[in-house]
């Protein structure tokens, strides 16, 4: 096929739904990734005021550097009323370890085992079998 034949299929006779979707899935692999897109297609600039998009979004950077949110308030807003598992966590996670606790348990309820594992071992190195327990009580 040539490049310049008008028969190609583009982006803007793809239904709204489905490049909702695509946006949603690429988002959820990568906020990086998400940012590129809607900067770079504007057939794919869907913001976060859509719930499919902010629900899913990946912030695993804010989850690492929950200090760097400050700069993301409106981001923030948006992913917490869609209610987001990683904006919820990145919003308690500073000081809380029942917030990290909760955390691990619910991806290990959603099925990411792995991850949710890897939060707590962490959580236990970090303070302990004892406050990981009296964590597990006061939730």
């Not at 719930?51 to 807003?77: F, G, Q, S």
Request: glycine fraction near 4%; include cysteine; hydrophobic fraction near 40%.
């Amino acid at each position: 096929m040539e490049p310049t034949n008008r028969s190609l299929t583009r982006l803007d006779t793809m239904p709204n739904g489905m490049l909702r979707l695509i946006v949603s899935k690429v988002g959820a692999a990568s906020s990086t990734d998400y940012c590129n897109t809607v900067l770079t297609c504007k057939s794919l600039n869907f913001s976060l005021d859509d719930p499919l998009i902010a629900k899913t979004l990946n912030i695993a950077p804010l989850v690492e550097r929950p200090h760097l949110v400050n700069r993301y308030e409106k981001t923030m807003e948006s992913l917490l009323a869609a209610n987001n598992l990683d904006a919820h966590y990145v919003k308690a996670k500073r000081d809380h370890k029942e917030a990290k606790y909760l955390y691990g348990v619910l991806h290990m309820a959603l099925g990411m085992i792995e991850k949710g594992k890897k939060i707590l071992t962490k959580l236990t190195e970090d303070e302990g079998l004892d406050s990981v327990e009296m964590s597990w009580e006061n939730i």
